[in-house]
């Protein structure tokens, strides 16, 4: 039995099993309000039948039929096809039923009699799951195989761009390489699409973040000292040149490494060898250069905070990659790959969104680009008891730019003749709107500003006295 709509041709289709025609008629309403098609069956012989002719994105099964028993049939189904999602109908005296049919390969279970609001809870998460895995699946067809943990997730032309870059660099693997982009675009997964496509890929990618260590230790873990070469060397020890060696290395916020270590890093990009700390001999090692940052390093190379040949050098291949705000129809594809993530991670069964949720992540700017999109994310999935998120779950920092938008320079500043119309004050002001815009990342906001982070902190610190600032912006 199949009702048909005239206009559900993107509806999705379930099939409903049960011998009872009350709760199989009653269940067919429910489901079609949420603009759902319907196939109906009240024997196993009949399910069957509807099964191999209509395919199926859900199927409601109810454990005891009047020919076969539930599970019979469940394992009949899959066997037909091991994806197809299947939820189990059970009465609430047999809860083992329950147990014995999630060991058999049932997406979920729910007890007679029905809660609807339970119903329709788990009826929606079960079909955004399918519907997610034809996304999958169509990435998958287009770019051929399984998604590694590494690839790339979006649809959008921009990084497909930025996919199509990788691929090519891969093939070059003594090229060295600079990622460009905001914080949280994703540099770290860009730096290992492009080993792990590689011929290096059977080799280590190691990882050195150069704003998290000292001047006065990264060399050693960079490359490596002798035995003897400073008080606390009692023995010679690799660095991570020479430990990633076939393989690639990845320097995350490369504008960060010391002005006396960059002349050292040249001369290995040039030559690929190198001298440990305290050591003579020279040892010569098959290492890629990934480099990454957030900072403008040309404007760095200009005010004298980073080498010329360095940043030349380093720049053979560049790959810029665009934030989340310019590719926003990546935004709900990424949102759903990191439910899949953040559901495993929690222990949690699969996780969901309402579409007041999907709406109000896809109006948000996302100043802290992907990582924050996850970040929201998992502490939604915190909050969300039921595995449904819900925009209350959802702690973005508001205002989005719209807000912003259409409002002339004098509605974001309101000026009278009574107050203080100096340009120390605009720009004052203007700073501290920037910061909060970007969640407080000074890093990000001078960047922005298109001043030094340095000058910005002394400015800040001059608000905080109320004292004049001490340089000018234009530095």
Not at 103 to 127: C, N, W
Not at 406 to 411: A, C, N
Not at 427 to 445: C, M, Y
Request: proline share 5%.
């Amino acid at each position: 039995m199949l009702n048909k709509k005239t206009d559900q041709q993107a509806w999705p289709r379930i099939l409903i099993v049960d011998d009872d025609s009350v709760i199989l008629q009653g269940l067919r309403t429910t489901l079609e309000k949420m603009r759902c098609e319907t196939l109906g069956a009240q024997t196993s012989e009949e399910a069957k039948e509807l099964f191999l002719q209509e395919p199926c994105d859900l199927v409601l099964l109810d454990v005891r039929l009047p020919d076969e028993d539930g599970l019979n049939l469940l394992r009949w189904i899959l066997e037909q096809d091991e994806d197809q999602l299947v939820i189990m109908m059970t009465a609430f005296a047999d809860p083992s039923t329950a147990v014995e049919a999630m060991k058999a390969g049932a997406h979920d279970y729910i007890h007679k009699p029905f809660d609807l609001e339970e119903l329709r809870i788990l009826v929606s998460k079960a079909l955004e799951i399918r519907r997610l895995r034809g996304e999958l699946y169509g990435l998958k067809q287009h770019y051929g195989g399984e998604i590694p943990p590494h690839e790339l997730i979006g649809v959008s032309p921009a990084i497909r761009r930025v996919r199509s870059l990788v691929r090519k660099v891969s093939q070059t693997p003594r090229t060295s390489v600079l990622i460009q982009g905001e914080s949280g675009t994703g540099k770290e997964r860009v730096a290992q699409a492009i080993h792990f496509q590689s011929d290096r890929r059977e080799a280590f990618l190691l990882k050195l973040n150069c704003s998290t260590i000292p001047p006065q230790l990264m060399e050693s873990e960079l490359f490596g000292y002798e035995k003897g070469a400073f008080t606390d060397a009692k023995r010679h020890k690799k660095g991570l040149l020479e430990m990633a060696h076939r393989g690639s290395l990845f320097l995350d916020e490369i504008g960060d490494l010391d002005l006396s270590l960059q002349p050292k890093l040249l001369r290995f990009l040039e030559t690929k060898t190198f001298q440990r700390v305290g050591g003579l001999r020279e040892i010569h090692v098959d290492v890629r250069v990934i480099a990454a940052t957030h900072r403008d390093l040309r404007q760095m190379v200009e005010e004298g905070r980073f080498r010329q040949d360095l940043y030349y050098r380093l720049k053979v291949m560049v790959i810029q990659i665009p934030p989340l705000r310019e590719r926003r129809e990546d935004i709900l594809l990424l949102a759903h790959y990191f439910l899949d993530e953040i559901s495993r991670e929690l222990g949690k069964k699969s996780l969901s969104l309402t579409e007041e949720a999907r709406s109000r992540l896809l109006d948000y700017p996302w100043p802290g680009n992907a990582r924050e999109l996850r970040n929201v994310l998992e502490r939604a999935a915190i909050l969300s008891s039921s595995g449904v998120i819900r925009p209350d779950h959802l702690k973005l920092d508001e205002p989005a730019p719209r807000q912003h938008r259409g409002r002339t320079p004098t509605s974001r500043l309101p000026l009278t003749l009574d107050e203080d119309l100096s340009l120390e004050r605009v720009q004052k002001e203007h700073i501290l709107r920037v910061l909060e815009l970007v969640g407080g990342n000074k890093s990000e906001a001078a960047r922005r500003l298109g001043i030094s982070r340095s000058t910005l902190q002394e400015r800040l610190k001059a608000y905080s006295k109320g004292i004049p600032s001490p340089r000018p912006l234009n530095e």
